[in-house]
């Protein structure tokens, strides 16, 4: 599988293209509010990125075998 980068407006503006629904978009721009609420508070990134989300599941999957140092 192929992972797919795209931006937050872009993503908005398929799901609405597929709803075709102004309370399904309202809902995916909660969640996404929610998910930025999450990664913010929980990991400690302040800006997230998908590639931040990455490294803090190495980091976790490292330290969880052993092998993390610091």
Not at 3 to 30: G, I, P
Not at 50 to 61: A, F, H, R, T
Request: aromatic fraction near 12%; avoid cysteine; hydrophobic fraction near 35%.
């Amino acid at each position: 599988m192929r992972r797919k980068f795209t931006s937050e407006d872009d993503w908005l503006e398929e799901v609405f293209e597929k709803s075709n629904s102004e309370s399904f978009l309202n809902s995916a721009k909660s969640a996404l509010k929610t998910f930025d609420i999450f990664i913010k508070s929980k990991l400690e990134i302040e800006t997230p990125d998908i590639l931040d989300l990455e490294e803090k599941k190495s980091e976790k999957i490292k330290f969880r075998s052993g092998h993390f140092l610091k």
